[in-house]
């Protein structure tokens, strides 16, 4: 991380932005969570990503390909996912830089929330 900048664009210091949600805080909206889960494969964190994917649609594992450097978020649309709803979708492109060149991956992300705190899970998406 760049001046100690969270990868996920918001322009504020990790330890400030994504950083308590991969320490355990509640995402408070969709949006931000999709964009604590971008930052987790930034700095490699795949047992962040299994907490906060939903436990019907969860893998058993996941590993993190060490050759992307994940580099840009862009967030092009938020749908509900605020404070008083249940679910919530964010279209995002991210960008990364593997041995190939650049990946740009455009997926429409689907959050509900689940458990008994309600907490923002990420369910499945879709790439395009």
Do not use: K
Request: hydrophobic content about 35%.
């Amino acid at each position: 991380m760049s001046n100690g900048l969270c990868p996920c664009g918001r322009g504020i210091a990790f330890s400030d932005c994504c950083g308590p949600l991969h320490a355990g805080e509640p995402a408070p909206t969709a949006e931000r969570l999709m964009r604590s889960r971008y930052s987790a494969f930034a700095v490699g964190d795949p047992g962040y990503l299994l907490r906060t994917w939903d436990a019907t649609t969860r893998p058993m594992g996941l590993e993190l390909d060490g050759d992307l450097t994940w580099q840009r978020l862009f967030v092009e649309r938020a749908e509900a996912g605020g404070p008083f709803d249940d679910e919530g979708f964010v279209t995002f492109t991210a960008i990364a830089r593997g041995p190939e060149g650049r990946i740009e991956q455009r997926e429409r992300s689907r959050f509900r929330r689940a458990g008994p705190d309600r907490r923002w899970v990420y369910v499945d998406g879709s790439v395009s």
